[in-house]
């Protein structure tokens, strides 16, 4: 069974909304993939402890996704023409991915529980 199109949305709307989707996966698949072996190889953090700094991430993001859902979804002065999440979208998009060259930004001179700190907030 075919599912149509009745709405006749472009093809490079639909394929905005994938490349956004393409994008933040693979941020996602990069960070899973990479940060315990960084802190354990290259940083020197025991598997526990990044394990933890993991999962206090994961609860905060629980909590956190929600609430951020919830204060976006008021109007902007921008919500007309950009549609009401984009300049959100655009600022943590900037912000994230800061924040992603800041979690493999470690000096190897700091002891554990300083790493530990550092991934926790740089997670987030």
């Given amino acids: 069974m075919m599912i149509k199109n009745k709405t006749n949305t472009p093809t490079g709307i639909m394929a905005s909304y994938g490349s956004g989707k393409f994008l933040a996966e693979f941020f996602i698949g990069a960070f899973g ?19 933890v700094a993991i999962i206090l991430y994961s ?9 951020i859902g919830y204060l976006t979804s008021k109007p902007t002065p921008f919500s007309g023409k950009l549609g009401r999440r984009f300049p959100w979208i655009f600022i943590g998009s900037i912000l994230w991915g800061f924040s992603f060259v800041l979690i493999f930004a470690v000096p190897k001179s700091l002891n554990a529980d300083t790493v530990f700190i550092n991934l926790l907030v740089d997670a987030r």
Avoid: Q
């Fill in 33 to 51: 993939a990479l940060v315990f072996k960084f802190y354990e190889t290259e940083i020197g953090l025991s598997a526990g402890l990044s394990a």
């Fill in 59 to 67: 609860i905060w993001n629980a909590i956190n996704d929600p609430l």
